[in-house]
């Protein structure tokens, strides 16, 4: 807990701790939240990983620099767009996309 407290990682992280027992057996486990103040890393930024399925393996510089454009710039994919009905979108783009206007299409 000190090491994630400390001045270890480049971001400050908040981890939430909860003890378990299990048969006589403790056991101690840790949530740390995403971070927006991507990436995360251990003393060097070389200490970037990422998840891949369910490993988790260094990071590439290029994906190094995707963390700090989407820092800079915001996921603007993952935005909602005020102001914008369906009529908005253009309905060539959604099939080159493979999305019919029915897939919009709340259930």
Known sequence: MNTI?????NVNLAPKSVK????????IA??????NK??????????TYIRRGSADNKATKEEIDAMYRDQTFGTKSSEIAVGTTRSSLNE??????GITWRDLIPM
């Open 5 to 9: 407290r400390g001045d270890k990682f």
């Open 20 to 27: 378990y027992n299990f048969d006589g057996v403790t056991v």
């Open 30 to 35: 840790f949530y740390i939240p995403a971070s």
């Open 38 to 47: 991507k990436p995360v890393y251990f003393n060097l930024q070389a200490n």
């Open 92 to 97: 060539t783009s959604l099939l080159r996309y």
